[in-house]
C-alpha cells in the first residue's frame, strides 16, 4: 500500500501533451432568433395539407382569447387542412374553421409532416 500512495505523490517526469484529432466534426450551425424570424410566414399563406408550428400571435385580447380557445396558442402544431376563407386546420386532434381575417394574425415556421412533435422550452408558455 505504502508503494502506490508513493507513486502516486511523484509527479510525471516529462508533462503529458494532449492532441486533438484532426477529424473533429464541424460546428453545427446554430440558429439565430433573425434566421427564425425569416422563416416565419402567416397562416393564411400556407399551402392545403402543410404542417406548421405556431411561432406567434399578432392578435388583440378578443381575438387572442378565441384563438386560444380554438387551441392555437404559441408552440402548438397545427395542419391547414382546406384553405380559403373559412380555413379548415387541425390542431390538437380537432378540426377547426378559422376566418381569413384571425389566421392572417396568426405567424407560423413551416415544419417537415413527419418530424416528431418536440416543442423547445424556450417556445413553451
Known amino acids: 500500500m505504502r508503494i502506490i500512495l508513493n507513486k502516486l505523490r511523484t509527479w510525471p517526469e516529462r508533462p503529458v ?11 453545427t450551425p446554430v440558429s439565430s432568433p433573425l434566421a427564425e424570424a425569416l422563416e416565419q410566414v402567416l397562416l ?4 392545403s395539407g402543410s404542417h406548421a408550428r405556431v411561432a406567434r400571435v ?3 385580447s378578443d381575438d387572442l382569447r378565441r384563438l386560444q380557445a380554438l387551441g ?6 397545427v395542419q391547414l387542412v382546406k384553405s380559403g376563407d373559412p380555413m379548415i386546420i387541425s390542431v ?11 389566421a392572417a394574425e396568426v405567424l ?6 413527419h418530424a416528431p412533435n418536440l416543442v423547445p422550452l424556450a417556445n413553451a408558455s
Open 17 to 27: 501533451k494532449l492532441m486533438l484529432a484532426a477529424t473533429d466534426p464541424a460546428p
Open 44 to 47: 393564411s399563406a400556407l399551402p
Open 58 to 60: 399578432n392578435a388583440h
Open 72 to 77: 392555437v396558442c404559441v408552440g402548438r402544431r
Open 92 to 102: 390538437v386532434g380537432a378540426r377547426v374553421g378559422l376566418s381569413a381575417r384571425l
Open 108 to 113: 407560423v415556421t413551416p415544419v417537415d409532416a
